[in-house]
């Protein structure tokens, strides 16, 4: 199949997911103001979406290399619209948490399903672009579901936008369906071998890594709309337009990324983890910045500068972990990142809210920047350990 179809498809799918699973992170003043909820009720909403991320994010993967990307995806697809119809319908708190839950599980189609498309079917010199590319139908994704849940409240109710994003989800499900032909080759369901994998130490802090950023990356986007109407005094509708503009610089800094990958000369690994350091600097920075604004315009500036750095880093740090890994267990390896990068956002969303109601945001905000400055210790370790040595002959063919 032609690579540009390829690429287009998966973005097309990822774009289609990533508005019924982000708007969730969209609706939470709506979910707060319909059931009454403290800061760290809202948090747990989060929690119970990437719950369910985390809990299926493995399964689904070994199932993808079983029958193959193209029947997970449009399942997945379709049982997130699905998703998305149970947490619009939620007539209590309970039935919300759970609503979220079935969402999340769903999007563990996600990751597996669209990275085993890419890395199967571009070339090795355009993959990293590729995945930046991929990656942009994330935060598009959210950047759409933003104005979708915001913009649309004023005119009709906050259900219609997931009503919207359900109905788009099914179309994209079916056209994927119809359209995409990818390796579907079929094989028995194995996880992969963790234990190989955590005696891999770049591999190992990576993850560590990722688990902190993580953190950043979800509570970033489950609190920016309430943090511009709450602290800032701002709107709803502006805190969405924040939202959307954030999610944008996130794009940007994907596909920066992952062409500076792929065009920087030297050892892959080390300059991978260089651009990934600075994207980890950078949003501890970014966070603190956040911290101490207190204008709706300087809100504003510092949550797109913010963006780049924080949500932009995915692409890069999986681009990264195909440099400590070998071919062969990137499937599980990925399944493994994703999971880290999830595990931050079941613990970092309600400590955010918590500290929000009892000391303020400013102490929230500095929380995600140690957070941030954590993950550096561990990306400088990426780039100081030497993988595996099959890996690192693979990587010099």
Do not use: H
């Not at 010199?125 to 930046?132: D, E, H, I, K, T």
């Not at 688990?211 to 609190?223: D, E, K, Q, R």
């Not at 503009?245 to 990958?261: E, F, I, M, N």
């Amino acid at each position: 199949m032609d690579v540009r179809r390829v690429v287009s498809l998966v973005f097309l799918w990822q774009l289609a997911a990533s508005v019924c699973y982000y708007a969730v992170f969209a609706a939470t003043p709506f979910f707060r103001d319909q059931f009454g909820l403290s800061g760290t009720a809202v948090g747990l909403v989060v929690t119970s979406l990437t719950l369910g991320y985390a809990v299926f994010l493995l399964p689904l993967g070994a199932l993808t290399d079983r029958v193959g990307e193209r029947r997970t995806l449009t399942v997945g697809l379709l049982g997130l619209s699905v998703g998305a119809l149970l947490v619009a319908g939620a007539w209590s708190y309970a039935t919300l948490l759970v609503g979220a839950f079935l969402l999340g599980s769903l999007y563990g189609t996600a990751m597996p399903g669209t990275n085993k498309a890419i890395f199967d079917s571009v070339p090795t010199g355009r993959q990293n672009l590729a995945v930046g590319v991929k990656q942009v139908g994330v935060t598009a994704g959210s950047g759409v579901s933003a104005l979708l849940v915001t913009g649309i409240a004023g005119v009709l109710f906050w259900e219609a936008g997931f009503y919207i994003a359900a109905g788009g989800g099914l179309l994209v499900a079916a056209l994927f369906w119809f359209v995409y032909r990818g390796a579907d080759t079929g094989g028995d369901a194995e996880f992969p071998s963790f234990r190989r994998l955590l005696r891999n130490r770049p591999y190992r802090s990576l993850t560590v890594a990722g688990a902190f950023l993580g953190a950043g990356l979800f509570t970033t986007t489950g609190y920016t709309i309430l943090y511009v109407e709450e602290s800032i005094g701002a709107s709803i509708a502006l805190g969405g337009l924040v939202l959307a503009a954030l999610q944008v610089s996130g794009s940007v800094g994907r596909v920066v990324t992952g062409w500076l990958s792929d065009a920087l000369s030297g050892d892959p690994r080390r300059r991978i983890a260089k651009i990934l350091l600075v994207q980890t600097v950078g949003s501890a920075a970014l966070f603190v910045v956040v911290a101490f604004v207190d204008t709706t315009a300087a809100a504003a500036v510092a949550f797109v500068v913010l963006g780049f750095f924080v949500l932009g880093f995915t692409g890069v740090y999986y681009s990264c972990m195909a440099t400590v890994v070998s071919a062969e267990e990137m499937g599980g390896a990925t399944g493994g990142g994703q999971l880290a990068l999830t595990s931050g956002a079941l613990v970092a969303p309600p400590a955010f809210g918590y500290l929000a109601d009892t000391f303020g945001y400013r102490a929230s905000w500095l929380m995600l920047a140690a957070l941030a400055l954590a993950a550096t210790v561990f990306v400088v370790q990426v780039i100081r350990t030497e993988p595996p040595a099959d890996v690192a002959a693979a990587a010099a063919d």
